[in-house]
T-cell receptor
Framework: NAGVTQTPKFRILKIGQSMTLQCTQD?????MYWYRQDPGMGLKLIYY???????DKGEVPNGYNVSRSTTEDFPLRLELAAPSQTSVYFC?????????????FGPGTRLTVT | GESVGLHLPTLSVQEGDNSIINCAYS??????FIWYKQESGKGPQFIIDIRSNMDKRQGQRVTVLLNKTVKHLSLQIAATQPGDSAVYFC????????????FGTGTQLKVEL
């Protein structure tokens, strides 16, 4: 299994541009998450999904949108990029409770908005 | 909501010594806590978790202690190795509703040879 994969690895955007961060998992997990990590900080939850067709806001959703049309894919959309969105973005997935609450993380996308 | 924080931003230890990384939390309703390790340029990697009805859990070279009275948990790493150098995060969550986690800010563990 590849686990959680994210593309692209790096991206530079100009202010006002838009982009989609891709996330795919092959573990058949129901739960998926998007986090952002600013330098020297912990991870903050942007959006999450408990299954295909269901999404909900996390702690810092402003400026982002998500969709979940399949179990495997959970893309994150940035509209009108702003410098405050410069961060590292991590996608994660997790099973419905099976004895562990572990979330499995992808390698991250490093985004710079200038 | 949950607030999870760590006592020290950086911890330096000698190779072979034991490391103790501490974490405080605010939400008494947290069902579980997880410790993650993050190496430079990588995503967080699961180390160990503990449920709120437990005081202690052991893994390979790691032990997590939970003190619900003072809302504190710690990660102990035995015989610290250079490969343990990383940032360590604690995270807490309430089961159900997507099993969302709230992360602390992290402790940088530096292992000196």
């Amino acid at each position: 299994n590849a686990g959680v994969t994210q593309t692209p690895k790096f991206r530079i955007l100009k202010i006002g541009q838009s982009m989609t961060l891709q996330c795919t998992q092959d573990m058949n997990h129901n739960y998926m998450y998007w986090y952002r990590q600013d330098p020297g900080m912990g991870l903050k939850l942007i959006y999450y999904s408990v299954g295909a067709g269901i999404t909900d806001k996390g702690e810092v959703p402003n400026g982002y949108n998500v969709s979940r049309s399949t179990t495997e894919d959970f893309p994150l959309r940035l509209e009108l990029a702003a410098p405050s969105q410069t961060s590292v973005y991590f996608c994660a997935s997790g099973p419905v409770h099976t004895g562990s609450y572990e979330q499995y993380f992808g390698p991250g996308t490093r985004l710079t908005v200038t | 909501g949950e607030s999870v924080g760590l006592h020290l931003p950086t911890l330096s230890v000698q190779e072979g010594d034991n490391s103790i990384i501490n974490c405080a939390y605010s939400n008494s309703a947290s069902d579980y806590f997880i410790w993650y390790k993050q190496e430079s340029g990588k995503g967080p990697q699961f180390i160990i978790d503990i449920r709120s009805n437990m005081d202690k859990r052991q893994g390979q070279r790691v032990t997590v202690l939970l003190n619900k009275t003072v809302k504190h948990l710690s990660l102990q790493i035995a015989a610290t190795q250079p490969g343990d150098s990383a940032v360590y995060f604690c995270a807490g969550g309430v089961g159900g509703g997507g099993n969302k986690l709230t992360f602390g800010t992290g402790t940088q563990l530096k292992v000196e040879l």
